[in-house]
């Protein structure tokens, strides 16, 4: 099946920092959505990408398919950002599984 | 309704004991997942359904497991005889066409502790 990497594993940052979580993945897809998990373990959407660029605020991400990876950057950190970011993704048409990477645990410091 | 809805949201049992795990999907979503989280595992896909059918059930993890659903909406994850290593948390996902390419919204899971 479809492999999907995330990097960093870890990342802590101060308060008011710029990151890039970055997804690599091993096959086409057409479904790749961004999550974070907060502290309460709730997955919370932040975008649906399999391909593009997508802006949200201070958050946006883009996804580079004939690459076969996206990035999720987080301008001006807050300590709400705090939790796990996972990538998921979806490998074909017709089959409905994501299939989701290990995640990076963001950290923000006041 | 406006999420996702899972229940119970904590569920200690005894190795050994059967267990039910209940999802409401979003009003009007024909697609509904089932996944685990735990720590060895990370997250992984258990079973789809489109309506009250299971096209893909390739991610049960042995026979103990079972779902299903009924009036395309609420859905019902069973596992007979509970092991230690059941213990994670169970998390259900709807989509509204379920065609892949679709956005899943996830529900807030429940926590199973097998004693």
């Known amino acids: 099946g479809i492999q999907v990497e995330q990097s960093p594993p870890d990342l802590i940052l101060q308060e008011g920092a710029n990151s890039t979580l970055r997804c690599n993945f091993s096959d086409s897809v057409n479904n790749l959505q961004w999550f974070h998990q907060n502290p309460w373990g709730q997955l919370i959407n932040l975008f649906y990408i399999p391909s593009g660029t997508k802006q949200n605020g201070r958050l946006s991400a883009t996804t580079v398919a004939t690459e076969r990876y996206s990035l999720l950057y987080i301008s001006s950190s807050q300590t709400t950002d705090s939790g796990v970011y996972f990538c998921a993704v979806g490998e074909n048409f017709g089959n409905e599984k994501l299939t989701f990477g290990t995640g990076t645990r963001l950290t923000i410091i006041p | 309704g406006a999420g996702v809805s899972q229940s119970p949201s904590n569920k200690v049992t005894e190795k050994g004991k059967d267990v039910e795990l209940r999802c409401d999907p979003i009003?009007?979503?024909?697609?509904l997942y089932w996944y685990r989280q735990s720590l060895g595992q990370g997250l992984e896909f258990l079973i789809y359904?489109?309506?009250?059918?299971?096209?893909?059930k390739s991610g049960l993890p042995s026979d103990r497991f079972s779902a299903e659903r009924t009036g395309g909406s609420v859905s019902t994850l069973t596992i007979q005889r509970t092991q230690q290593e059941d213990s994670a948390v169970y998390l259900c996902?709807?989509?509204?066409?379920?065609?892949?390419?679709?956005?899943?919204?996830f529900g807030p899971g429940t926590r199973l502790t097998v004693l």
């Open positions: 359904f489109q309506g009250n059918s299971a096209p893909d």
């Open positions: 009003s009007g979503h024909t697609a």
């Open positions: 996902a709807s989509t509204l066409l379920g065609q892949g390419a679709d956005t899943q919204y």
